[in-house]
C-alpha cells in the first residue's frame, strides 16, 4: 500500500510538471523556442517516427549502451579479481589507474577516431574508457572488505584461492558488486553519448548534436527524454536484483 502511494506521488509531480510546463510555453511566460514544450516534443517524435528514423536512431544507441555495458562490466570484474589476487600487482598499477581515471576521456576522443575510425567501435571504446575503471573501483572495495576472521576460518579449512573468491569474497561482495552496476549504467550513458557526440551518423547523441545545430531544440529535447526513458528501463532490473539481495542478506 505504501508503494502505490509512493507511485501515485510520483505520477502527479510528473503530471503536475508536464501540465505546467505546457502552460507557461503557452502564455509564452518562457520562451517556447528555448525550453520547448511537451506538445512540441511529442510532434518532435510523430515526424521521427513518420520519416522512419526514431526506432533507428533508438536502437543504434540501445545496442551500443548494452554491448558497452556487458563488456565493461566482464572487464572491471576480471580486472577487480585479478588485481585481489595480487595485492602486489595492484600496488604496481594502482597509481596508473588513478592517473587514466582522472584523464579527461573525451580528449582521447580524435586519437580514438584515427585508429578505429568514425564508427560504432570508437563509440564503444569511448564508453569502456569512461565505464570500466569507476565500476571496478567499486568492485574491488567489496572485494577487500571481506570480514578478516571469515577468511581465517576458511583458511583454517584449507580453502583455496579460488573456493574462497567463489564461495566467501564474491558473495560477500554482491553489494557492492550491484552498486557498480548501478554507477556502470551512468558511466556508459555519458560515454555512449559522447561518443555519437563525436562520430555517429546515427543514434541519440547524433539528434541532439544535429537538433542543436539546426536549431531544432524540441528535437534536442526529444532525445533527451529518449535516453532518460532507455536509463530508467535499464536501471529497473538492477534494483530488482539489488532489493532480492538485500532482503537474503536480512
Known sequence: M??????????????IFIITWQYLSDNKIINSFIFSSPKKILLSLYNLYVNNNLFIHIYTTIKEIIISFILGFIISFILAIILYLSNTLYKIVD???NVLNSLPKIALG??????????TKSIIIMALLINILVCFNSIYIGLI?????YL???KSYNAT???TIKYLIIPNALINIVSALKI?????LIGVIMGEFLVSKAGLGYLIIYGTQVF???LVYSSIILILIISYLIYIPIILIENKIKKISS
Open 216 to 218: 531544432n531544440l524540441s
Open 110 to 119: 580524435p586519437i580514438l577516431i584515427i585508429i578505429l575510425g568514425a564508427n
Open 161 to 163: 584461492k579460488i573456493q
Open 2 to 15: 505504501k508503494n502505490k502511494k509512493i507511485l501515485i506521488i510520483q505520477l502527479l509531480i510528473l503530471i
Open 184 to 188: 556502470n549504467i551512468s558511466m556508459t
Open 145 to 149: 572488505s571481506c570480514n578478516k576472521y
Open 95 to 97: 597509481p596508473y589507474l
Open 152 to 154: 581465517l576460518l576458511f
